[in-house]
């Protein structure tokens, strides 16, 4: 099979740039009030794509399967999605119970996403500035946007200079896409941990990292000629190639109640409380892991020198969690194990644990390696920033804040999905029991578990100290799956509809 050169101007930008620099922000999720209009200003739209150079502004649209089914595309072309993406976040309570999205998270308490509340289209609009976005806005709320859709919500960002809101800096360790697709596929065992992914990871119709094409919607040639040809299948015109799932989740973090209960475990000595703020994260506030750095870079670590310093290390030094305790959010994230937990060792003990004979620790029993897993976060602040010590003011004002967490995955239910149900809400991720994420989790009872309101430290005399009665400290306020298209099958779909 030809391997073909990859087609950035039918990328929306978003996969490859990320806007960082593009500090003002607003989204937009929309109603399709007039399908006539709808389809026509979707067509006319000025999407950036990936082939541009940075630009001061960006425009990027992503669709629900409810929004293609308002646009009347027929059902047998949705029928192509992921399961995952036609039935939504909210469409199984199944899903809100492996999401963790269970008490205050419940989906019928979200601002937007349940039902009657759910959107059509997300349209993402970056600028240079807070005021230029603004005024970005305007202008296209001045076109037949009126008409076409209802607005509903317009999630405003704040810019907090790469510090998520409880005062971590953030963003700071991504996978490297393979644009030039010089990686071999379908590798195998890849014993090294590395940052370099398959293109297939987080665009589709190209090769993950099984060396497969994962599934999407593929039309009869003459049904979508304008349309690129699917590689995998030259006969067929892929809808999919050059898009991703778009993961879109309002994240409000309890800032006050974060601080001033690490206050109250650390006795108030500012010291302990930061330290027992950093285990928890994984990471030191201005960054660094709190293990060793290595002196080899990693496969796909990029060459500035913030990447390579923050990103060169595994936990291969740390076994125990010691130094970086097993349930700690970065390590739950991205655990960051090859394919075989461990060290490579001889061809006689990989065998060994390839045939389920190992006895390792608990923690060695892991559920997948991380190269299968991995999503890319394109996520924006909102709210006033709050520091601890104005957390710790009884009187600072109660004013929402949080993460519009943004992911791109081409496999929403093994990439998204399995890490938030595996590893972020999971209560026996490393052979843990009775913790979840201490950021994320909801504490919710789950059968088999009454607790979850549990983080352990390891200690040098193998007693860990564990902290209890964890509150929650980041509630879901909404929610859904998008179809972040190619350039041109977004044009396809804005004439498909019946």
């Known amino acids: 099979m030809a391997i073909s050169a990859v087609e950035l101007s039918d990328i929306q930008a978003l996969l490859r740039f990320g806007h960082g620099r593009l500090k003002g922000a607003t989204f937009f999720l929309l109603q399709i009030a007039d399908r006539a209009a709808a389809r ?18 960006a425009l990027q649209i992503a669709l629900t399967c409810d929004g293609l089914q308002a646009l ?16 939504g976040m909210t469409g199984e309570e199944s899903r809100a119970r492996r999401l963790g999205d269970l008490g205050a998270s419940d989906p019928s308490r979200w601002d937007w996403g349940r039902q009657g509340r759910a959107p059509h289209l997300a349209v993402l609009l970056y ?12 202008a296209l709320q001045d076109t037949s946007w009126s008409s076409a859709f209802r607005v509903l919500a317009a999630l405003e960002t704040s810019d907090m200079d790469g510090i998520e809101p409880f005062g971590f800096a953030d963003g700071i360790s991504q996978p490297v896409i393979d644009w030039e697709r010089r990686m071999p596929v379908a590798t195998g065992d890849r014993i090294a941990y590395g940052n370099l992914s398959a293109l297939g990871e987080f665009v589709l119709g190209y090769p993950n990292e099984y060396g497969k094409y994962t599934e999407r919607p593929l039309l009869e040639a003459a049904q979508g000629a304008e349309l690129p040809a699917a590689e995998d299948q030259p006969d067929k015109r892929d809808i999919g190639r050059n898009g991703t799932y778009l993961v879109l989740r309002q994240l409000s973090q309890d800032v006050r109640g974060f601080w001033q209960f690490l206050d109250r475990e650390a006795k108030s000595d500012e010291a302990a409380r930061r330290q027992l703020a950093e285990v928890m994260v994984g990471r030191t506030m201005s960054g660094w892991p709190l293990v060793p750095i290595g002196d080899r870079p990693l496969a796909g670590v990029g060459p500035k020198a913030d990447d390579i310093r923050l ?19 970065v390590r739950r994230a991205n655990p960051r194990n090859a394919d075989l937990p461990g060290h490579p060792g001889s061809l006689i003990a990989r065998l060994i644990r390839i045939l389920g004979f190992s006895r390792g620790a608990p923690q060695d029993d892991l559920m997948a390696s991380v190269r299968f897993h991995r999503i890319l976060r394109r996520g924006r602040e909102y709210g006033e920033a709050l520091p601890p010590a104005a957390a710790l003011d009884a009187g600072s004002p109660q004013e929402d804040r949080g993460l519009y967490f943004i992911c791109l995955n081409a496999n929403i239910a093994r990439q998204f999905e399995f890490v938030q149900n595996a590893w972020i809400v999971g209560t026996k991720f490393n052979g843990l029991t009775g913790e979840s ?7 919710q009872p789950i059968a088999g578990c009454p607790a979850t309101d549990t983080f352990s430290i390891p200690q040098e005399n193998g007693v860990p100290r564990r902290v209890t009665g964890l509150p929650q400290f980041v509630t879901v306020r909404g929610g859904a799956y998008f179809f972040l298209p190619g350039i041109r099958a977004l044009r396809y779909l804005a004439r498909a509809g019946a």
């Not at 990103?311 to 959010?329: E, I, M, S, V, W």
């Not at 994420?437 to 504490?443: F, I, Q």
């Open 72 to 87: 009347g595309i027929p059902d047998s072309v949705i029928a192509g999605f992921s399961p995952e993406f036609i039935a």
């Open 127 to 138: 600028a240079t500035t807070p005021d230029d976005v603004a005024a970005a806005g305007r």
């Open 40 to 57: 026509a200003w979707l067509e006319a739209a000025k999407v950036t794509s990936a082939a541009d150079p940075p630009a001061p502004t």
């Open 437 to 443: 994420d201490p950021l994320l989790g909801n504490r």
């Open 311 to 329: 990103n060169r290390f595994t936990y291969d030094g740390d076994p125990a969690g010691r130094r970086c305790p097993l349930g700690a959010h």
